[in-house]
């Protein structure tokens, strides 16, 4: 079964400084995609980022970039230069390509704030 | 553009009354997506449909129901809704089940039950 884990319920950051988004995965398909959701509080899923398994690269997306550390069982999201716009809740997610490829299972996502 | 359209954003009804809420899309994708999210929580798939199979997840209770009369729309049918079941609910499509392709959601549909 996969498994997501964000253990930040919360995080703060200053207006243009960078914050790290940490999530890490649990997975016995060998190739697998991780995804970054952003959710407003008036509450729809903005796809942010996506991570393939086996992708050479660290994805970025504009002001978003992802640190993928496949050993570790890690893809950590990467904001810089932080905005109040940026303030919402987080989801990774990951998708399977094999056998559950149909369901992107969610970890309990993060909250973050950003400070004027 | 708006290209998953969910109706209506906000919608109450009255404890065992039943409820549908409609979910429309532009992109032509195969797969479309039911989520619950409740407060706090992450979305929790209660089923999807591709193209016409339907694939309902195992803990998904049977008050809940779905129907997609074409690619364009897909509805949630709730049969008789209780306390437990107010919640946003959320519509997503893929355009099919190939791995990197991200899920594209609805601005959702946030269910009061009085």
């Known amino acids: 079964a996969q498994k997501i884990t964000q253990t930040q319920p919360g995080m703060f950051v200053q207006e243009k400084e960078a914050v790290t988004l940490d999530c890490t995965y649990d997975?016995?398909?060998?190739?697998?995609?991780l995804f970054w959701y952003k959710q407003p509080s008036s509450g729809e899923m903005i796809f942010l980022i996506y991570q393939g398994s086996y992708d050479q690269q660290n994805a970025t997306e504009g002001r978003y970039s992802l640190n993928f550390q496949k050993a570790r069982k890690s893809a950590n999201l990467v904001i810089s230069a932080s905005q109040l716009g940026d303030s919402a809740m987080y989801f990774c997610a990951m998708r399977g390509t094999q056998g559950g490829s149909e369901k992107l299972v969610f970890g309990k996502g993060t909250k973050l704030t950003v400070n004027p | 553009d708006a290209m998953v359209i969910q109706n209506p954003r906000y919608q109450v009804t009255q404890f065992g009354k039943p409820v549908t809420l409609s979910c429309s899309q532009t992109l032509n994708h195969n797969v479309m997506y039911w989520y619950q999210q409740k407060s706090s929580q992450a979305p929790k798939l209660l089923f999807h449909y591709y193209d016409k199979d339907f694939n309902n997840e195992a803990d998904t209770p049977d008050n809940f129901q779905s129907r997609r009369p074409n690619t364009s729309f897909c509805f949630l049918d709730i049969r008789s809704p209780g306390l437990g079941d107010a919640a946003m609910y959320l519509c997503a499509t893929s355009r099919d089940y190939v791995g990197n392709q991200p899920q594209h959601f609805g601005d959702g549909t946030r269910l009061s039950i009085l």
């Open positions: 997975t016995s398909d060998p190739s697998y995609g």
